[in-house]
Every structure is written in C-alpha cells, then in structure tokens.
C-alpha cells in the first residue's frame, strides 16, 4: 500500500541544540539506518524509515535546486553542508543544518540545530527560490520541473554574491562553520562532556575505551575551533594584500624606469641619477621573483583557510556524533549496532587524518610566505636606499622637477610596500598550533586506538554494575 505523504502543519516540531541525530543512506538515498534521536525527531518508527528513500522527510517548502546541488557534491565524492527544512510524519517541520559524506556504498549525514545568524538569511532565501520554481512549474511549457531548478539555482548565486559570497561553497563553509561553532558556545565544552558520559546501566569496556578515545580527539578539535575566528582574520588579511603584491612588482619596474629615462634626458647632469635608477632596475630584477613566489603563497594560503574551518567544523561534529552514539549505545545496551559505529568512527578517523595533514601543509606554507615576505622586504631597504641617494644626487646636481619627483614616488610606494608586508613576518604564529608535534602526535595515537577499539568484532555488555 502506497504510503500517505503528511500534510504541513506550519507547526515546528522542537528539538534542543545539544542533539544530534545523523543517518546512513545507500547509494541511491534510500535509508539504511540512524540514531534514536533521528527516529524520536521525525515521528516515524524505525522500520518505517528503514528502506525508505530519505525524501520520506522531505517538506514541499524545500527548495529543489538545493538538493539538486547536495547531489552534485555527493556523486562526485565531496562533502556537502546545507541547511534543510525536514516534514516530520505529523506534518510538523523542523530545520537542520545537515551534513553529509560518502562512505563506502553510500553516504552519512549527521544534522544539527541551526542557531547561528547564518541561518536568519537562509529562510526567507529559500521561500524566494521554493516560489520561483513553483512559478516556472505553472507555465506549462517542457522540461518546466528542470527549468524552475535553473532559474532558482540562478537567483540563489545572485542572492549569495550579494550577501558577498563567492558561490555556494564559500557559502557553505561559512554557514557550516558558523553553526557548529555557535553550537559548541551555547553548550560549553562540560556540558559536552556531561551528555557524553552520562550513561545507563550497561557497562562496555570496549566502547568506554572507544568514547574516552573519542573525548580527546574531540577536546583538541574544541580547541581549534576556538581558533577559528584567528584563521578567518587571517585569510581575510591574505586576501586582502593578494592583489596590492601581484601588482608591486610592476610598480617598482615602472617607476624605476621612468626615473631612469627621466635622468637620461638630463644628459650628463642626470648620469648619476641615470645610474641610481638602473641599479634599482636591477633590484627589480632581483625581486621579482620573490614577490611572485610570495603571491602564490598567498593564493595557496588563501585556498587552504577557506577549507581549514568547514574542516574543523565537520572533523569536530563527526566526532561528538560518534561520542553521542556511544553514549546512547551504553545507555541502551544495544549490541546490534557495530555496523553503524563503525561508520562513524572510520568517517571521524578519516575526517582528523586529514585535518592534520591540512594543518601541517599550511604550517609550512605560511613558514614559506613569511620568509618570502622577509627577503622582499630587504630589497625594497636597498631600493628604499638608492631612493635617498637619488634625491641627494638630485640636490647635488640642481636637479628638481619630474625626476626628484618620481624619485619621491618610489619612496612613498616602497614605505607603503614595506608596510604592508610587515604583517607577514609573523604570520606562521597563527598555525603554530599544527606545530605542537606531542599533542598532534597524541591525537593521531588516539585515532589509530579508534581505529582498533572500532574494528573489534561487537561485543555484549556484561552484567550492570551496582
């Protein structure tokens, strides 16, 4: 017999920013499993879920082009952030900024309560684009259902750019980050804790070694998170300066030959000041190579912490998903579900590995770009230099006019250059965390012992303490 689709009610179904609930899906979205915060939250049994396609819990407010974009980072094997608008089996609704991955023959998503100011702009955001489609759907024309996707993922670049978004997934790494952290503010890292060893009557070696495993990884990844803010500011700072250092170079080669043609025309008069503006040609040709390695260190830099924080963000809810899980399987007593701790586990193993290594490549990036930076700076003091001998020269001479002046142009445009490029001399501070090899080395000790305690075959919880 066909299942009824609920009807909705406008009615919001609550649940508290300090649940979790996640589920596993096979390739083609059908449901395989989830937690009982999952269950409890959609108002389905799990035997109703299971086997269903997860579009069981889809509202009819949804935009189409956003699950149509879910599905383009997921079959291409990458992970995706949304925030989605779920219809529970009452007709209640209730929002979730969702999460998900692929795994071996399918995908994971793990949801949270949204909180963040992110999520202010996103409601009357996807009313806009949910209208649009329906507005193309009505026109009868063909191909109406792919058209209106068209015209709402049109309209949904247009609204992020406005926002100052660079596309969607700038977007998604802002608003995922931005959840997970105002979620992990407005629960303190005890209150994580608390929830995470409160247990029930069952006691399991297996899976208490597996959760304080688990507690350390994830009290290092709080950590980090609370290093995000720095990280932002610093990628806003790399972008900033970007586009001035590209253009530096071209600076100081204009000016310098400017002065140098300048000073030719002078004659014999200007033959001094012809020789100090062909020796600061000369140190263009010197740092030029030096600005442009620079600026590919800032463009990689740059790279690297867009993604550093939807990073830390994700390894940091995968984590206390896998501990939530365990503290719900302790509390339970459920044997059967090796299969989907092990999901978690591998996904949060996998998710930290990567982190570290991310980390460990902008450590020795940003270690890069500062002494970049550095020898840049010791050529513009040469040139910085020749420019005071030139206006001397100048002044010997009787020399005034267009000359001293473009003299007096390259002092200014080397005291701004040096300026700015201070900043970088102590950029690599900011990643000095990824540098803390003992602790980085306990956390990966602490993954390869996730890794083993996951792997063992489940086991049956003893008798209950007293």
């Known amino acids: 017999m066909e299942r009824t689709a609920p009807q909705p009610t406008g009615r919001e179904r609550p649940f508290g920013v300090e649940e979790l609930f996640f589920s596993t899906t096979d390739l083609k979205g059908r449901i395989l499993s989830g937690n009982e915060v999952f269950t409890r939250i959609s108002g389905y049994g799990e035997g109703q879920l299971v086997g269903s396609p997860h579009n069981i819990i889809r509202h009819p407010d949804m935009p189409r082009a956003v699950f149509r974009l879910l599905w383009d980072f ?104 931005a959840e997970v952290t105002a979620r992990q503010a407005a629960l303190g890292t005890a209150g994580a804790h608390g929830r995470r060893h409160g247990g029930g009557a069952h006691e399991r070696a297996d899976l208490h070694g597996l959760l304080d495993a688990c507690t350390t990884v994830h009290d290092f990844l709080v950590q980090l998170l609370r290093d995000i803010e720095a990280y932002a500011t610093l990628n806003r700072t790399l972008a900033d300066r970007s586009e001035y250092v590209l253009g530096l170079a071209e600076q100081i080669r204009l000016f310098s030959l400017n002065a140098q043609l300048a000073s030719d025309r002078l004659g014999v008069r200007g033959a001094t000041l012809s020789a100090v503006a062909g020796i600061m040609r000369g140190h263009f040709t010197t740092i030029r190579p030096q600005i442009e390695a620079l600026g590919g260190d800032i463009d990689r830099a740059v790279d690297l912490l867009g993604d550093l924080g939807f990073r830390i963000a994700v390894s940091n809810l995968q984590t206390e998903m896998a501990t939530v899980f365990i503290g719900e399987l302790l509390a339970t007593g459920d044997g059967g579900a090796g299969a989907d701790l092990r999901v978690l586990t591998r996904c949060l193993v996998d998710s930290v590995e990567d982190l570290l290594g991310l980390q460990e490549r902008l450590g020795g990036l940003l270690t890069s770009l500062a002494a970049h930076a550095g020898h840049v700076r010791t050529e513009l003091e040469s040139i910085r230099v020749l420019e005071v001998d030139g206006r001397i020269e100048g002044a010997r001479a009787h020399i005034g006019g267009a000359v001293v002046e473009l003299f007096g142009t390259i002092s200014a445009q080397v005291g701004t250059a040096r300026q700015e490029l201070g900043a970088f001399g102590d950029v690599d501070t900011v990643a000095a965390g990824s540098r803390d090899r003992a602790r980085v080395a306990a956390v990966r000790r602490e993954l390869e012992r996730i890794g083993h305690l996951a792997a063992q075959p489940t086991t049956q919880p003893t008798a209950p303490v007293s």
């Open 74 to 177: 997921i079959q291409s094997g990458r992970p995706i952030a949304a925030y989605v608008k779920n219809m529970a089996a009452d007709g209640c609704h209730y929002w979730v900024m969702a999460s998900v991955v692929p795994i071996d023959g399918g995908y994971l998503s793990i949801r949270l309560k949204p909180t963040s100011d992110v999520f202010g702009l996103v409601v009357p955001l996807y009313a806009e684009l949910r209208e649009i489609e329906r507005l193309v759907d009505l026109d009868g024309r063909p191909r109406a259902h792919e058209r209106g996707m068209d015209a709402a993922a049109e309209r949904l670049a247009q609204r992020l750019a406005e926002a100052g978004f660079d596309g969607y997934e700038a977007f998604m790494r802002a608003g995922f980050t």
